[in-house]
Nanobody
């Protein structure tokens, strides 16, 4: 059974940092791409950061310079390091792993930026 499990969300003050993790079981992460998405209340889901199977990364303009996506293939885990957080980053963050052979989503983790 394939599972993607996100962790690391929580409440953080503006200017703070969080590191989200997306750990997969049942698939080999390194064979596919992984995307972090977020959805804020009343807004459409948006892609935040992507890491390809080859390790190439890309970011939404709104998070460039503040967020870093990375992968540890030995741990079958992808991370999203989020720095300089602000209220507009408040959302449910989900990871999506896909390849030619699979497409899976995690359940999401809540990130709330508030003083």
């Amino acid at each position: 059974q394939v599972q993607l499990v996100e962790s690391g969300g929580g409440l953080v003050q503006p200017g703070g940092s969080l590191r989200l993790s997306c750990t997969a079981s049942g698939i080999i992460f390194s064979n596919g791409h992984v995307v972090w998405y977020r959805q804020a209340p009343g807004k459409q889901r948006e892609s935040v950061a992507t890491v390809t199977s080859g390790g190439t990364t890309s970011y939404a303009d709104s998070v460039k310079g503040r967020f870093t996506i990375s992968r540890d293939n030995r741990k079958n885990t992808v991370y999203l390091q989020m720095n300089s957080l602000n209220a507009e980053d408040t959302a449910v963050y989900s990871c999506n792993a896909y390849s030619m052979l699979y497409n899976y989503w995690g359940q999401g983790t809540q990130v709330t930026v508030s003083s």
